[in-house]
């Protein structure tokens, strides 16, 4: 008698586990992964990274938005100082999502510092509930942290509407209600990036792009010591009084964050990276004036107060930014990194403590870091020499095509090094500078594979070593669609006029860089493609998988 009573129980049970799953399941599949390979964030790898962070083991935490996130790599953090962080700064993070999101952090970690980027004082209220900024921490959270997620979405539907609305907190926590009607599907959907992940750029975001800023060579901030004069009311212009309205507005958050600092017994120290943009209409702009009202809160509530757009960083705003002056790429934040490092040891006491498997753990981490950083570094290389240099520093198949004409660059030096490089044979420094006669050339670790050189079109085809076909064409005709450097049917070449380069990696198997050399006001500019980043993207995760499993 009591078995039968216990088998509708058992059944109840089994389904509920059986649904439980399959919920899971379909859960992860309909939600934005907000990742690579699509992505040029890597949000889900932050998120569930940081929660594969061993409690406690933390010293610093980096908050704020886009600038944060771009201009500070832990990692070459701790390369110079052994301090050990994680960058929590997320694309358009508003103050209050700064503060939520770091009293989440704060459950599992007792950093010994916040660091914050100050740019969050003048964000406008609209956007402090835009749904993208919060959705894609949200999203990310592992469901198994049932307190941390709710808490989250609570706080953030409070925020959106005022109250807690039992309807959109249940959409949030669930994602899959908010979901369920998710666009076409791909492969990379179903490529889940488990709970169990270790992420060695610790939500750094490396942007390798390269875009002047408007005035590369302005200065646009006035020297530190006179930018503390105070502005009569009478005199301020309406960029200076909206200033002002959103850093009223913004300051509840701020003192939120600070108590909450307290509450932790964590020093808050403020920081603004460095932007070049000094257009009003752009919300991530800086200003003396902006300097000053943070400079005022931070001295009212003895606070620290770095602002590195006063501190000489030698960053080179014609090739350093990837969009014009508003954000640093991946050379920007290393100046920053190594800069801040050592700032950081001068000004606080960080206990190294002898916990040798941390350090051991750390140091593989990095030794995945660099092995990834190499590649970004060849894609922002704007130096000839240093690009062939790098070049020479990897296991590569490299693809050679004249597009039309090659300019003065082209030196007896670099063709030599070239040479070395490809194996190439025929005397480029007179061919196709001198004469401009088409050419096509394929070379790995100095080996030549093949190569042509034609009055009109070179042409050359073959087999790399793991099966792949390339076919190679080089052509002095005007259109840049005669030069292709194709692989697997799929052209990688950079379409600009010039000396094409596609770097072919021997170890992923993968298209790794593909640029152009092209002349440029009397020199040259190498103008990098970014065809191939996704397929390389791809390449990386596999990667990390293996090399960061037993970690």
């Not at 592992?142 to 941390?148: C, H, I, R, T």
């Not at 702009?285 to 602002?307: C, G, I, M, P």
């Not at 006063?310 to 934040?333: C, F, Q, S």
Request: with cysteine.
């Amino acid at each position: 008698m009591g078995t039968t009573k216990l088998k509708p129980l058992l059944r109840t049970v089994a389904f509920m586990l059986i649904f439980g799953l399959l919920l899971i399941g379909v859960q992860k599949l309909v939600t934005p992964r907000w990742d690579w390979p699509d992505e040029t964030e890597r949000r889900s790898h932050q998120v569930k990274g940081l929660y594969n962070e061993p409690l406690n083991s933390l010293d610093v935490l980096f908050v704020g938005a886009s600038h944060m996130h771009a201009g500070i790599s832990p990692m070459e953090i701790y390369r110079q100082s052994g301090i050990y962080s994680y960058n929590i700064a997320t694309s358009g993070q508003p103050l209050p999502l700064s503060y939520i999101w770091l009293k989440t952090v704060l459950n599992r970690q007792s950093p010994k510092l916040v660091v914050l980027d100050v740019g969050g004082f003048y964000i406008s209220q609209g956007k402090n509930a835009n749904t993208n900024f919060w959705c894609n921490i949200m999203d990310t959270i592992p469901l198994k942290m049932v307190a941390d997620r709710l808490n989250f979405v609570i706080y953030y539907n409070k925020l959106k509407n005022g109250l807690t609305s039992l309807e959109d907190t249940v959409n949030d926590f669930l994602p899959i209600l908010r979901y369920h009607d998710h666009r076409d599907l791909t492969a990379d959907d179903y490529a889940d990036i488990n709970d169990r992940c270790v992420y060695p750029w610790k939500g750094h975001v490396i942007y390798t792009a390269s875009s002047a800023a408007s005035k590369p060579d302005d200065q646009l901030y006035s020297p530190i010591e006179e930018v503390w004069q105070d502005i009569p009311e009478d005199q301020l212009t309406a960029d200076q009084i909206k200033n002002r309205e959103r850093y009223s507005q913004n300051l509840q958050y701020v003192d939120a964050i600070l108590a909450l600092c307290k509450a932790h017994n964590c020093e808050l120290l403020l920081t603004k990276m460095p932007v070049h943009d000094p257009r009003p209409s752009y919300d991530g702009s800086w200003t003396d004036d902006k300097h000053n009202l943070v400079a005022r809160y931070a001295q009212e509530h003895d606070l620290k107060f770095l602002d590195l757009n006063y501190v000489d960083l030698n960053i080179d705003w014609h090739t350093e930014t990837p969009d014009n002056g508003k954000h640093l790429n991946g050379m920007g934040a290393r100046k920053v990194s190594v800069y801040l490092a050592q700032w950081l040891k001068d000004n606080y006491a960080f206990e190294q403590g002898d916990d040798a498997a941390k350090r051991e753990n750390w140091q593989a981490q990095l030794a995945v870091y660099d092995y990834e950083l190499k590649y970004y570094e060849l894609h922002m290389e704007q130096d000839f020499d240093a690009y062939l240099e790098k070049l020479g520093k990897g296991n590569y198949t490299i693809f050679a095509a004249v597009s039309k004409a090659v300019g003065d660059y082209w030196t007896e030096e670099r063709q030599d090094r070239f040479g070395a490089l490809t194996g190439a044979e025929f005397d480029l420094f007179n061919a196709i500078r001198e004469t401009q006669e088409a050419y096509a050339a394929v070379g790995a670790n100095g080996a030549l594979l093949n190569e042509d050189l034609d009055a009109e079109k070179a042409a050359i085809e073959g087999d790399l070593a793991d099966g792949k076909h390339y076919k190679v064409t080089g052509s002095v005709a005007s259109d840049v669609a005669e030069t292709v450097i194709t692989i697997d049917g799929r052209d990688y070449s950079a379409k600009r006029n010039g000396l094409r380069f596609v770097v072919y990696d021997n170890d992923l198997h993968c298209v790794v860089e593909s640029a152009a050399i092209v002349t440029n006001n009397g020199g040259y500019k190498i103008v990098h493609s970014s065809a191939f980043i996704q397929d390389l993207r791809r390449h990386l995760l596999e990667y990390e998988k293996v090399a960061l499993k037993d970690l």
